[in-house]
């Protein structure tokens, strides 16, 4: 199923109401000097932009499809680690209880 296209963006403008009065002494046209350049947009590098969408379709192809089978590896991951841990350090605590009674 295809997502339908969405376009966003962000557009800023800034509007200056004017009396009759002074509208009349400062026509729209040939009167009016040149508009002001404004500075230039801080835009992020093209190569980061790129990148960053190629990550963000790869998770969510991945995870859309896999999401059961990434939980439950991360889960046994993480028991395993917990499993681990334990084994590591109870011979350390059993002969510390010896030991100092």
């Not at 997502?3 to 046209?29: C, H, S, Y």
């Amino acid at each position: 199923m295809m997502m339908p296209l969405l376009i966003k963006g962000k557009v800023e403008a800034e509007l200056q109401l004017f009396t009759e009065e002074e509208a009349d002494k400062n026509p729209v046209g040939l009167g009016r000097k040149e508009p002001e350049p404004l500075e230039k947009p801080s835009r992020p590098d093209m190569f980061v932009s790129m990148m960053c969408a190629n990550i963000r379709s790869m998770v969510s192809v991945f995870w859309k499809n896999y999401k059961k089978y990434i939980i439950i590896v991360l889960a046994c991951f993480f028991l395993a680690l917990f499993f681990f841990l334990v084994c590591y350090t109870l011979p350390q605590a059993i002969s510390h209880k010896i030991v100092n009674g």
